[in-house]
Each structure stands twice: as structure tokens, then as C-alpha cells.
């Protein structure tokens, strides 16, 4: 007769773990049928949450438009982590979607996985190999960069750097953003006339693919990776470290803001400050000044009482106006020559005489401008409302045509536009075709940014508005790109890649070819 085998005690043990964690989860959500259950069996399984408060914020964004509801949110505690929920997906029968979730400031749900697992990579910032999460090295072929991870904000990136005397050289305007979120999409603002959106300064970088697969990659190493990811809205694989480019960083600016109310001699002056390339601009945007808006907003608050005074008396009479925003970078070194350098620069320029005003600021101070305007909505409880936002790229040929229709015939008329409105022009040369990201087929085009805030009950007539200007683009054949893409078919997705599109698929076959990463762009996941 046989001697039946011990079982070790431990195995009891495990078993009363497992059960404790089944009925704890239970009291919050039953496991959700599109999750595998061999996922409790797995070291991951204690990271995932179910519990309404982890749910209800990974079901919405910024934009505060959509609610998409995940089944589970992960708390990773390390890439490898990533690694084992992304393989657990791929492996299965039925994959779920993963959506890697940095800020949270998506419009429309783009970050979101509905009926799938959200990654939080917000739960990396606790836990790095070394202790260190943002690295600053220098090597003869590269110069001085950052190894950064994805989960990072740009705020933490510049002040880490700062601590070298160094900085990136490409930004948003809003610095509370992820750096694995900003290189999925361009990252743009007032400085990639002259360096290029952020993903055209990134050497190297660390992804886990569809498959579960940790990749390094670089224009000379994986580089069909490389180039898919950046502007590749999370598609193709979740960064997780990004090697960034620094150069010597500035201590102070001289920020002017200049008045128009000509849009050709407002949009004809701006692309000659940007075509400068020997000690021209660092930073040139445009906006729009509309009656029922302040000079100030919640951007930054640049003008005095007394400035406000002039421009508002000057609004009543003329309407609209057209806003530039320059920005020269000087140090100790330079500090006795900006001044005059800048005198030089606007010479001759076509703006409203006496509407010309000026600011020193910090570095620092000038990059982070909108968080005290974002601190001071969120004291009011005006910042967590709905964002209809609607962000463009117009081909250069067509800004007369996009001012007259949109600008004049739809904005100004209809008096509804309730935060800032940007449009300046950048240059195609600084964005590198083979990546993701799409812009016009124009040496130089124009972003456009419609940044609304709304509410609860007036929010679709934003929305409704930005429909109107759509359609007023595609009936006159205004070739716009979206920046923050945002389309409810795969034929619009079609036309916005356009010829990318077949590349845009082939990469994704071949890096995430069960579907699994992103399904709230709805790319390939309509649902």
C-alpha cells in the first residue's frame, strides 16, 4: 500500500491567502469575467485594485467628455511587473486591453481600456532599481541627456536637470504631464519652431511591447520600434524610459506679448521671427483675444490691471484681436546684450504701436506659467469640469481662409469660446517623417488650439462648435491634421494617416498584433 504524501503546510497557507484575497476583492467588485482568474495565482495579482475610488479614476480623464469603465487598475511596483499583465494578455484566449494611464490629462478617454486593466505608471515613481529615477550623464557622442522614466513629469525632469545647469530644449506648455504620455503624441509648444517637438530630441528608449517584450531602441537600434512609438498614441508599445536631450539652461527671459489686429500682418510677422536661425526667438505662440474673454487666463497672468484696462477698451472697439508671445532666453553671460538683441529682432514688425508689452521672468517662472493658474482654477473648483478641446494642424496656404471661416464666422459670431485660443505657425523640417505623428504636407503650418472649459450642461455646445469648424474644413477642403487625435471610425483614422496608414498598421501586426495596448484611441478597437 502506498504512503500517501505529505502536503507541506505552507501549501494550506497559500490556499487561506488566496481565499482572503478572493473575499476582499469581492466586497467591491466581483472578478471581472474579462480577466483570466490564473491572474490570482500570480505574484502581480495583490497590485491589482477593483475597488471603486481606483475604478472611478481610471474611468475618466481631463477632458471629463467620456467614461470608459476597466475592469481592474494596476499598481506596478517595477517594469517587470508591466511585463507579466501585458504577457498574461497576450497569452490568453481572449486578451484584454491595457491602457498605461501617466496623468491622466487625455481628452477623450485615450488612456482609458474599457472592460480592461488600466496600468497607474504614476506607481513606478515610488520604486527604482537604484534610487534614482532621473539620470543626467554625458557622453562624447551625444552630449549631455537624461535617462528619465516614462512615468516621470516634466516638472521633476527640469528641476532634477536644473540641479546640472542643464534642460531639455523642447516643452509643452503645461509641465505636469508624463513623459511617456507627451513622446506618444509630439509634445509641442512655442519652442519646436526651433528644436522640434519633443520626440524629435529623444536618443534612446526602453519599451514594452503587444507581445510583452522589453525593448531597447534608437534610430540605430530597433529603429522600426523607435519610430513607431514616438507619436504613436500608445499603440505599439508603453515607454518606459526615455533618453532625453539637455543642453545648457538659461536662468532668466525677456517675455513680450505684442497686439495685432490684422491677421495677415500677425500670422506674416510670425513666420518671419521663427525663419530666424542665427540668435533669433526661443519661443514664439500666437492667440486669440475674443470680447468675452480677459487678456489673462488661467495660462498665465501677464498683463497688469492697467495693461487689461488698454486691451479690453481696444477689444470693445475692434472685436478681435491677435496676440504674439515672444520669449528670449539670456543668462549672466548675456544679460547686457538682450535687450538690444531683441530690439533687433522686432524691428520692423507690424503690430499695434503702444501695444507692445514686456517681462523678465525666471527660466523656471516662464516653463511652469500655467500651474498657478491652474492652482488658483482648482481653489475656485473650476478646473475639474469638462474640456471640449480641439487641437489642429493647418497647412500654412490655408490660415486666411481657416481665420475668415473659423476664427471670424464661427468664434467671434457665436460668442461662445470659453478659454484660450491658440494658433501659431512651426516648421516641418524639425519633425522626423518616419515617426508616427502626422502633420500637413506644408513646409510650414499652423497649431491650432481651441483649449474650452465648460460644464455639465454647456459643454456639448462647445463640442458641437468644434463639430462645425470640422465641417467647415472638410467642405472647403482645408487639409487639417488633428493634434490629439480624436475620430469614431476607421475610415477618419484612415484619412488622418494617410499615407502612413498601411506603415501604421504594419507596425502595429508586428508589435502589438493581438490588439491588446491603447483601446480607448479606438484605432483598432471600436467598441
Known amino acids: 500500500m502506498a504512503k500517501p504524501s505529505s502536503i507541506p503546510a505552507y501549501f494550506f497557507m497559500l490556499l487561506f491567502i488566496i481565499g482572503r484575497f478572493i473575499s476582499i476583492i469581492g466586497k467591491f467588485r466581483p472578478w471581472p469575467n474579462s480577466l483570466p482568474r490564473q491572474v490570482l495565482f500570480l505574484d502581480i495579482a495583490t497590485k491589482l485594485r477593483f475597488d471603486p475610488d481606483a475604478i472611478n479614476t481610471a474611468s475618466s480623464d481631463f477632458g471629463k467628455l467620456v467614461q470608459e469603465i476597466p475592469s481592474a487598475v494596476f499598481h506596478p511596483s517595477s517594469v517587470a511587473d508591466i511585463i507579466r499583465v501585458i504577457n498574461v494578455s497576450y497569452n490568453s484566449s481572449v486578451p484584454f486591453g491595457i491602457a498605461a494611464r501617466g496623468h491622466g490629462h487625455s481628452i477623450r478617454g485615450q488612456a482609458m481600456a474599457p472592460n480592461g486593466v488600466v496600468i497607474e505608471m504614476s506607481s513606478l515613481s515610488d520604486y527604482t532599481s537604484n534610487g534614482t529615477k532621473i539620470k543626467v550623464s554625458w557622453s562624447p557622442s551625444l552630449g549631455y541627456y537624461a535617462d528619465v522614466g516614462g512615468e516621470q513629469l516634466w516638472i521633476d525632469v527640469l528641476r532634477t536637470t536644473l540641479d546640472y545647469g542643464l534642460a531639455p530644449v523642447s516643452w509643452t506648455d503645461y509641465l505636469y504631464l508624463t513623459v511617456g504620455g507627451t513622446l506618444s503624441n509630439a509634445g509641442i509648444s512655442g519652442q519646436t519652431f526651433r528644436h522640434g517637438p519633443q520626440i524629435s530630441n529623444v536618443h534612446e528608449l526602453d519599451v514594452i511591447t503587444g507581445k510583452g517584450e522589453f525593448i531597447t531602441c534608437s534610430k540605430h537600434m530597433n529603429s522600426e520600434l523607435y519610430y513607431a512609438v514616438l507619436g504613436g498614441l500608445g499603440q505599439f508599445g508603453i515607454i518606459t524610459r526615455a533618453r532625453i536631450v539637455l543642453d545648457k539652461a538659461p536662468t532668466r527671459v525677456k517675455w513680450l506679448r505684442i497686439m495685432y489686429d490684422d491677421f495677415s500682418s500677425f500670422t506674416r510677422d ?147 469660446a470659453t478659454g484660450p485660443i491658440l494658433v501659431y505657425p512651426t516648421s516641418k523640417k524639425m519633425w522626423d517623417e518616419r515617426m508616427s505623428a502626422v502633420v500637413p504636407d506644408e513646409d510650414t503650418f499652423y497649431c491650432v488650439g481651441l483649449l474650452h472649459s465648460g460644464t455639465l450642461d454647456d459643454w456639448k455646445n462647445l463640442d458641437d462648435q468644434n463639430n462645425e469648424l470640422l465641417e467647415f474644413c472638410d467642405k472647403n477642403g482645408i487639409e487639417i491634421k488633428q493634434y490629439l487625435p480624436h475620430y469614431k471610425t476607421r475610415q477618419d483614422w484612415m484619412n488622418h494617416f494617410g499615407s502612413k496608414w498601411s506603415t501604421f498598421q504594419e507596425r502595429k501586426a508586428r508589435f502589438d498584433p493581438k490588439v491588446i495596448l491603447s483601446p480607448g484611441q479606438k484605432i483598432f478597437n471600436f467598441v
Open 270 to 416: 510670425q513666420e518671419y521671427l521663427i525663419s530666424i536661425n542665427d540668435n533669433g526667438l526661443d519661443y514664439v505662440e500666437g492667440s486669440l483675444i475674443l470680447q468675452q474673454s480677459s487678456p489673462n487666463n488661467w495660462r498665465s497672468s501677464f498683463f497688469s490691471a492697467s495693461h487689461q484696462s488698454k486691451i479690453s477698451s481696444l477689444l470693445t472697439e475692434r472685436g478681435i484681436l491677435y496676440c504674439m508671445e515672444v520669449v528670449k532666453y539670456y543668462d549672466d553671460n548675456t544679460a547686457a546684450t538682450v535687450d538690444q538683441e531683441l530690439e533687433l529682432l522686432l524691428e520692423g514688425l507690424h503690430y499695434i504701436p503702444g501695444f507692445l508689452f514686456k517681462k523678465d521672468d525666471s527660466f523656471v517662472g516662464f516653463l511652469n506659467r500655467v500651474r498657478s493658474g491652474e492652482l488658483e482654477l482648482q481653489s475656485k473648483g473650476l478646473w475639474d469640469v469638462p474640456h471640449p478641446w480641439l487641437n489642429l494642424f493647418v497647412p500654412k496656404s490655408r490660415i486666411m481662409d481657416f481665420n475668415a471661416g473659423v476664427f471670424v464666422d464661427i468664434l467671434l459670431k457665436q460668442n461662445k
